[in-house]
């Protein structure tokens, strides 16, 4: 597994255009990564859709990254389910296929601190392929710690950009 998160980190670094905590403070954080993948916006789209593909087993509830679907309308659900669990990650608030997705998303331990967290994937065209934004905003009261949380938020989110443009 340390293997494969060397890979990961190496492609996210190799095609990373920005990614930052554009801001912080105990009751909000914003979250900033780009970059680019070969993969056209179809294709990128499509990858999208199939999170148990591209987001890394070690960032679930269950251990495993099979485990996760995502339904990509308006009330669609990105969940995981599991003998004896499941958890809803993300509701789908908005689609425009393929440059948007927009979800209400307290993954992890944020669901427990009854956070409001918008993160929204963008899909553009870049050359000879695609460009890809993730944004998270997450509000909170002033003793949820976002800014605590923020680093530890940008590394998964990061991580799992870097998995899903390298399309493996």
Known sequence: MKIATALVTMAF???????????????????RHEARSDLDTEAMWAR???????WLSDHTYSGDSANLTLDLQAGGLWRED????SVEHGRVV????????????????????????????SVSADEAGSRVVFTERATGSQVSDLDELA???DYVKGEALASLVAGN
């Open 13 to 31: 670094l190799a095609g990373l255009a920005h990614a930052e905590v554009v801001s912080s403070s105990p009751s909000h954080y914003e979250l």
């Open 48 to 54: 999208i859709a199939v999170p148990s593909r591209w």
């Open 82 to 85: 599991w003998d004896g669990g």
């Open 94 to 121: 908005y689609v425009s296929a393929p440059e948007t997705l927009r979800l209400d998303a307290p993954f992890g331990p944020l669901q427990a601190l009854g956070v409001s967290v918008i993160w929204e994937i």
């Open 151 to 153: 680093q530890a938020v």
